[in-house]
């Protein structure tokens, strides 16, 4: 499992909880106001599992879970094994994903404890972000049958979240989907959109 960096303690990434995060290199989608530009085309050093491991073994009586985000997660094959090794160690897990590889998803959606899926733009606009609507669907139907906390999140970012934009996002949702909707304020700072003009 490729992890690029790791941020030691939050205590706003996972609701409720104090976690660590991980943060995988790479992403498949080229969202302008993304804000870890630098993983998108990552071109550091890997930390190894070992030092994840015996990190998160000190930290045990310190933090309640660990959150596994990006870039993009489930673009590595190996997550649904290492997601396992974090809960063997009794870690809380949160996912959170773009939901553009349903064949990962489906085979960690019993394991994690809390997913956070970005839904970014319409089906429409999802071309101009090199994002596929099929597969986020395809995902989105995968966690009808998820049991633990699932948040769906949207960006407002004005060229892809305005009210008509935000009511056809609206509808890739299944109805009968049980999820916590959440809407993240637009921060224009170091954003993807920035670190390919540099």
Known sequence: MNIAAIQKVSFID????????????FCNLRCPYCHNPELVFFKGNYISENEIFAFLEKRKDKIDAVVITGGEPTMQEDLPEF???????????????NGHFPNTLEKVVDTVD?????????????????????KLKQSLN???NFKG????????????TSDEDLKKMEE??????????????????VT???????
């Not at 089906?123 to 099929?134: A, V």
């Not at 948040?151 to 060229?159: F, L, N």
């Not at 993807?192 to 540099?198: D, S």
């Open 142 to 144: 995968i966690l009808k």
């Open 14 to 25: 996972y609701p409720n909880k104090i976690s660590s995060v991980l943060f995988c290199p």
């Open 114 to 134: 809390t997913i956070a899926l970005d839904l970014k733009a319409t089906c429409e606009k999802y071309k101009d972000l090199n994002g596929d609507c099929t």
């Open 192 to 198: 993807l959109e920035k670190y390919l003009k540099t």
């Open 83 to 97: 997601i396992k090794k974090v809960k063997n160690k009794g870690f809380l897990v949160k996912l959170d994903t």
């Open 149 to 160: 906390n699932l948040i769906i999140r949207t960006t407002m970012y004005p060229p892809l």
């Open 172 to 189: 890739i949702i299944p109805k009968d989907l049980k999820y916590e909707r959440r809407f993240n304020e637009y921060r224009d700072i």
